[in-house]
Each structure stands twice: as structure tokens, then as C-alpha cells.
């Protein structure tokens, strides 16, 4: 079955560094993957899509790659800010093409 | 511009009532989804309607459950009798495209949390 990893662990890093996420699936090949963010007690927000034939991805601070034959994309934040602190959401396009499949997001707390 | 509106925010009931969680997805969208998240088991997809009809209802838990889209401004998702193992919070998106395939982004409401006693 379709399988969806991203660090179940808290991420915690010091404002200015750079975070990287992992999203790593499996048992399948989508033709692209999208990345969330969610705050507490609100609904996920889009940040980027990347498309399979896309390496790399680019918007401000934030840089997506999307590898096809490791099956993993990776979510960077450089210049790390406070108010980037939320939980990611990894999302690639599910198999019927009109849906995506989410992972269960990391959670990424950046201190001063 | 508003985005996908959801009602109610909070919703506390007594097991075996019926509940209706409402949706006002964004104007032009033509898809909607319901999601359902929960620590356990993340976000996950229970149906999908496109122009209003429902495309994909697999992910629906059990018939305790229903959803229907009577227009493209509102949709309802009703659980009838509601058990303990329902508590979550409940999620609706809309996404703009005309087709069902779309890679267009998904806008989320800010969920209805449910707890059912």
C-alpha cells in the first residue's frame, strides 16, 4: 500500500540556521508533491508544488527538491525566523490524479 | 476574498446524536474535499465531490457517514448515530480546475474539532 514518511520527530533548531524536512514514500510514483504548513488550530496552507521533472524548487527562504528514484522530497527553510515554527505537511498526488495523499507532517519549533 | 468557511469551530455532542458539519467553499472552485485528522492517523481523505457530484466516497469511514454537495457554494458532512472513535477534526477544501485531474493548489477551512462523548 502507499505509504507516506515524513520525521515523526519535533524538528527544533536556533533562529538563522537552516531546516531541513524528509518526505520519503513508497509503493508508488507520483507525478508531483505539494508541501503544507499548518499552524495550531488552523487548516493546512499551500507553500510550493514540485513536478517530477522538477529537481529543485525555489520560493524566498523556502526549497523543495524532489527526488524520483530515491522516492523522497526534502523541505528547506534557510534564514530560519520564529514565526516559521508549524508543522509540514508532505503531499504527494495520489494515484487517481484528482487527490493528494498527506503525511503526517513534522513539526518544527525555531527559538531565538 | 474569504477563504473556505466551516461551521461550527467547536462541536461537543453525546454518542448516538446526529451531527452536521457545514462548508462554504471558495467561489469558482469546482472540487471539494473532506478530510478527517486525527494524531493517529494524519489527514485523511473521506470524499471528494467535483461540479457537485461526489467522485471518490471510499474513504468514508462507514454509513454513519454521508455527504452531499446540493450547489456549488455548500456542502454537509453528517454523522448519524456519532460514536466516541468519531472525534477528530474534520476538514473541508475546495480547489479550483475544471477538470477532476489538477494539480492546483487545495484551500483549507479551519475545521470543525468534534468531540463526541
Known amino acids: 500500500s502507499q505509504k507516506i514518511e515524513q520525521n515523526s520527530e519535533a524538528l527544533n533548531i536556533q533562529e538563522g540556521k537552516t531546516a531541513t524536512l524528509t518526505c520519503n514514500y513508497t509503493?508508488?510514483?507520483?507525478?508531483?508533491l505539494q508541501w503544507y504548513r499548518q499552524d495550531p488550530g488552523r487548516g493546512p496552507v499551500f507553500l510550493l508544488l514540485?513536478?517530477?521533472?522538477?529537481k529543485e524548487k525555489r520560493k524566498e527562504r523556502l526549497k523543495v527538491t524532489f527526488d524520483t528514484t530515491l522516492k523522497q522530497s526534502l523541505f528547506h527553510i534557510t534564514a530560519s525566523q520564529p514565526a516559521d515554527s508549524a508543522t509540514y505537511l508532505c503531499a504527494p498526488r495520489s494515484n487517481s490524479g484528482y487527490a493528494l495523499n498527506f503525511g503526517k507532517g513534522t513539526s518544527l519549533l525555531v527559538t531565538p | 476574498d474569504a477563504g473556505v468557511i466551516q461551521s461550527p469551530r467547536h462541536e461537543v455532542t453525546e454518542m448516538g446524536q446526529e451531527v452536521t458539519l457545514r462548508c462554504k467553499p471558495i467561489?469558482?472552485?469546482?472540487?471539494l474535499f473532506w478530510y478527517r485528522q486525527t494524531m493517529m492517523r494524519g489527514l485523511e481523505l473521506l470524499i471528494y465531490f467535483n461540479n457537485n457530484v461526489p467522485i471518490d466516497d471510499s474513504g468514508m469511514p462507514e454509513d454513519r457517514f454521508s455527504a452531499k454537495m446540493p450547489n456549488a457554494s455548500f456542502s454537509t458532512l453528517k454523522i448519524q448515530p456519532s460514536e466516541p472513535r468519531d472525534s477528530a477534526v474534520y476538514f473541508c477544501a475546495s480547489r479550483e480546475g475544471s477538470g477532476t485531474e489538477s494539480n492546483q493548489p487545495q484551500h483549507f477551512g479551519d475545521g470543525t474539532r468534534l468531540s463526541i462523548l
Open positions: 467561489s469558482g472552485h469546482n472540487s
Open positions: 509503493n508508488y510514483s507520483p507525478a508531483y
Open positions: 514540485i513536478r517530477e521533472n522538477e
